[in-house]
Nanobody, 120 residues
Framework: QVQLVESGGGLVQAGGSLRVSCAAS????????MGWFRQAPGKAREFVAH????????LYADSVKGRFTISRDNAKNTVYLQMNSLKPEDTAVYYC?????????????WGQGTQVTVSS
């Protein structure tokens, strides 16, 4: 079955940019919509962005709209989240997941997460 592995997290100053990636192994992402979620300490995991399997439709949380961009390369079995104009409140563990919608129940496969820390 498909396994998802995130990478690219790290420490960045407010206003900076970071790109996190999600690579699949053991199968293809080609038939899956993909999403990014995040979870800050002491808070529930929340939806960040979604992209359809073809890449022709994207959806964003209001808190990241205009700053974050989700994309995918099906040939590389990889999904990306480009994060610009980062704010301290973007600090969280970022998870990629295979599925659809804006809630966790719509996703069937999850990665282990990658930490993103934005300093003020």
């Amino acid at each position: 079955q498909v396994q998802l592995v995130e990478s690219g997290g790290g420490l960045v100053q407010a206003g900076g940019s970071l790109r996190v990636s999600c690579a699949a192994s053991g199968g293809t992402l080609r038939n899956y919509g993909m999403g990014w979620f995040r979870q800050a300490p002491g808070k529930a995991r929340e939806f960040v962005a979604h992209i359809t399997w073809s890449g022709d439709f994207t959806l964003y949380a209001d808190s990241v709209k205009g700053r974050f961009t989700i994309s995918r390369d099906n040939a590389k079995n990889t999904v990306y989240l480009q994060m610009n104009s980062l704010k301290p409140e973007d600090t969280a563990v970022y998870y990629c997941a295979a599925g659809s919608g804006t809630t966790m129940r719509g996703y069937v496969r999850w990665g282990q997460g990658t930490q993103v820390t934005v300093s003020s």
